[in-house]
């Protein structure tokens, strides 16, 4: 893959308003990051984790600004990233996470993420969901 290739999105979303030019490996990392931590156990703040989730906002955008042969390199490590959030957090329709971050201008079928919550609540944000209505949530079988 050709440098560029991996910064095409960047340049024009950083012209709509993302603080800067992101790369895809930039967010395809910070997405993964998220990922582990919420399998492990998000503790920090609710504002920190809905910042969080805008990495995978950002590849939702920039998915149809990269060329062909950068999706084909990157679908299948995303794909298994987003299974694994699936895995560790439980659906809600953003019940609880829509008491503190504006979800209802996201579309519910493709910004997913943004209606699911940690199965795990512990530190700060377990304590901010669990004021909103979430519940520790068993894992799937």
């Known amino acids: 893959m050709e440098p ?3 910064q095409v999105a960047g340049a024009v979303l950083h ?7 992101f790369t895809v490996t ?4 910070q997405w993964a ?4 931590t919420v399998e492990n156990g998000y503790e920090d703040f609710i504002d920190e984790y809905t910042n969080d989730l805008y990495s995978r906002n950002w590849l939702h955008e ?3 600004l990269l060329p062909g ?5 990157w679908n299948q490590r995303i794909q298994e990233l987003d299974d694994r959030f699936r ?6 329709d953003g019940q609880a996470l829509s008491q503190f971050h504006w979800i209802s201008r996201f579309d519910p079928d493709d910004m997913w993420w943004w209606r699911r919550h940690p199965r795990i609540l512990v ?6 969901l669990r004021s909103a209505g979430a519940v520790d949530a068993p894992s799937d079988p």
């Not at 990051?33 to 582990?36: A, D, N």
């Not at 042969?69 to 390199?73: C, G, K, Q």
Request: charged share 25%; glycine share 14%; proline share 0%.
């Open 123 to 128: 530190g700060d944000l377990g304590r901010a």
């Open 33 to 36: 990051s998220l990922v582990g």
């Open 15 to 21: 012209g709509r308003g993302w603080r800067k030019a």
């Open 4 to 6: 560029q290739d991996d």
């Open 87 to 92: 895995a560790a957090t439980a659906f809600d």
């Open 26 to 29: 930039e967010m395809v990392d």
């Open 69 to 73: 042969h950068v999706l084909v390199a």
């Open 62 to 64: 920039a998915w149809v």
